[in-house]
Each structure stands twice: as structure tokens, then as C-alpha cells.
């Protein structure tokens, strides 16, 4: 990608005002805004029931130990991904951010069955969360309707 300020007016006339065309990588805010929208999914509607069970002692213990374990992974994440940039022959200028996907970096280390099967767990992941999301969906409407929706009404 050609940097923003190599490109004559010319060029630019007639573009989309886009991120993706002014800069080659995300701002600091926008890469915590991305990875706090991760880590607040679908799982985070089950929060308030979990502190229901666990108590007000044991539940803020427990997403403590989540959250340095969430930490943690996430340094060896970052640290597996720049091994995989040391390694790339074809790696570009230093200053250009690397852009590796989960899979790019377990190519890196497990080699292809390793890439095939964090593919894999990547689509469940995501059928999971859609499926969860329709469980909320229709608990809510289920909630909102007083149970006038049923199976036997289809």
C-alpha cells in the first residue's frame, strides 16, 4: 500500500473517505475498541447470572484469574505473531505493521494440519456465537411475548 503522502491529488480525487485507504494499520483506540468488543461477546450476557452463583467474594476472584489469563494469551499471541515476522522472508519494511491471522501464525508453528485445525475452530467459534445469540434472542422475545410464541403456533 502506498503511504498517504506519496499520492499526488490526483489519485485521491474521487476516493471513499476510508481508513483503510489513508493508513496501512488501525490507531492504539482502535485496536482496544476491537479487542474490547471481543472480549465483551456473547459471554458477557451470562455475567450477572455467574456473579449470581458465585457470589460477591468469588466471582470478582475468578474474573480476576480470567482476565491475567486472558493477558497472558494474549502475549503469547502477540509474541508468537512477531516470531512469525522475524521469520517471513518476505516481510516488508520494518515500520509497516504485520497483519497475521490466527491461522497465519499456527501455519508458522504447527504447520499445515495446525492452520487447518485453528481454521476450524475459528467457523465453531463463531457458529457458536450466533448460536448463543439466537438463544438470546429468543429467551427475549419469549420474555416479551408471555410465551404466546411456541412451537405449536408455527
Do not use: H
Amino acid at each position: 500500500m502506498v503511504p498517504n503522502d506519496e499520492r499526488s491529488s490526483e489519485e485521491t480525487k474521487g476516493l471513499v473517505s476510508d481508513a483503510r485507504l489513508t493508513r496501512p494499520g488501525i490507531s492504539d483506540w482502535e485496536a482496544a475498541v476491537s479487542l474490547a468488543k471481543a472480549i465483551m461477546g456473547a459471554g458477557s450476557f451470562a455475567l450477572p447470572w455467574a456473579f449470581s452463583q458465585m457470589g460477591y467474594f468469588v466471582g470478582p476472584v475468578f474474573l480476576i484469574f480470567l482476565m491475567i489469563c486472558s493477558i497472558y494469551s494474549l502475549d503469547l499471541l502477540v509474541q508468537a505473531s512477531r516470531k512469525v515476522k522475524q521469520g517471513s522472508t518476505s516481510a516488508k519494511e520494518d515500520d509497516e505493521p504485520a497483519k497475521y491471522s490466527y491461522v497465519d501464525v499456527a501455519r508458522a508453528y504447527f504447520g499445515s494440519l495446525g492452520a487447518k485445525l485453528t481454521y476450524g475452530a475459528s467457523v465453531s467459534a463463531s457458529v457458536g456465537v450466533c448460536g448463543s445469540y439466537l438463544v438470546f434472542i429468543s429467551a427475549n422475545l419469549e420474555s416479551l411475548f408471555g410465551g404466546t410464541i411456541s412451537q405449536t403456533n408455527w
